[in-house]
């Protein structure tokens, strides 16, 4: 199964560190939060791995590489005229991902989620991986029943950033600029998004504050 890390957002939470640095490159230990993920991938198994790329692509590019080094085979789905938020970025690397389910993670969260454990059921279109709510997110994003996500009012967890999606949820959207939840809303209308709960270690490292969060998990 290929993967594709999004990594295309200016992260204007971190300030004036991401005014000439991009978020994935902000260090988190002795590596960056990209490496982090992309070390996580190599570990269950994804070795062909797509990055979405816009804001200082060039130094992303430039700093990661082809894959070579970390053992897995990168390739770039560049964004050139902007970010295209997390469901146009999908959409526009479709080309490189092929007509399989894939795996889908932020470039900017902290986990030892077991990925290569999350499966996609035939019957589905995809997997989403969610975990309980963190302080930042009380009110969760996703209401979630019998391992389904699903719509009303029962208690809602987090999305942790990471899912395993069949391509086919993008057949009736165009090009362009939006999120993956305009995306995920009519399959989970449809009963056709599975919950695969996480317990281990998860961190959103979206700003300075939840950086500072990340880096006590890793003493």
Same mark, same amino acid.
């Given at each position: 199964?290929?993967?594709?890390?999004?990594?295309?957002?200016? =992260?204007?939470? @971190?300030?004036?560190?991401?005014?000439?640095?991009?978020?994935?490159?902000?260090?988190?230990?002795?590596?960056?939060?990209?490496?982090?993920?992309?070390?996580?991938?190599?570990?269950?198994? @994804?070795?062909?791995?797509?990055?979405?790329?816009?804001?200082?692509?060039?130094?992303?590019?430039? @700093?990661?590489?082809?894959?070579?080094?970390?053992?897995?085979?990168?390739?770039?789905?560049?964004?050139?005229?902007?970010?295209?938020?997390?469901g146009g970025g999908i959409h526009n690397a479709l080309s490189f991902l092929g007509g399989n389910p894939f795996l889908v993670i932020n470039s900017d969260i902290y986990t030892d989620c077991k990925l290569s454990n999350?499966?996609? !059921?035939?019957?589905?279109? =995809?997997?989403?991986?969610?975990?309980?709510?963190?302080?930042?997110?009380?009110?969760? !994003?996703?209401?979630?029943?019998?391992?389904?996500?699903?719509?009303?009012?029962?208690?809602?967890l987090t999305y942790s950033g990471i899912s395993v999606l069949d391509p086919i949820i993008f057949k009736n959207f165009k090009p362009g600029k939006y999120k993956l939840i305009d995306v995920l809303e009519k399959e989970v209308n449809n009963n056709k998004i599975s919950a695969f709960m996480h317990d281990g270690i998860w961190c959103d490292v979206g700003d300075i504050k939840k950086l500072e969060n990340a880096k006590k998990l890793l003493s």
């Open positions: 199964m290929k993967a594709i890390i999004l990594a295309a957002g200016k =992260g204007e939470r @971190f300030g004036s560190i991401t005014k000439t640095l991009p978020k994935p490159l902000i260090q988190l230990g002795n590596i960056t939060l990209i490496e982090h993920n992309i070390l996580l991938l190599k570990k269950h198994g @994804f070795l062909e791995l797509i990055i979405n790329v816009s804001y200082l692509s060039a130094m992303i590019i430039d @700093f990661i590489g082809n894959g070579e080094k970390y053992g897995v085979n990168i390739t770039y789905s560049v964004e050139s005229a902007g970010p295209l938020e997390t999350i499966k996609i !059921d035939q019957n589905d279109h =995809g997997v989403l991986v969610m975990v309980e709510n963190p302080t930042h997110n009380l009110n969760g !994003d996703f209401s979630c029943s019998n391992g389904r996500i699903i719509t009303g009012d029962t208690k809602k």
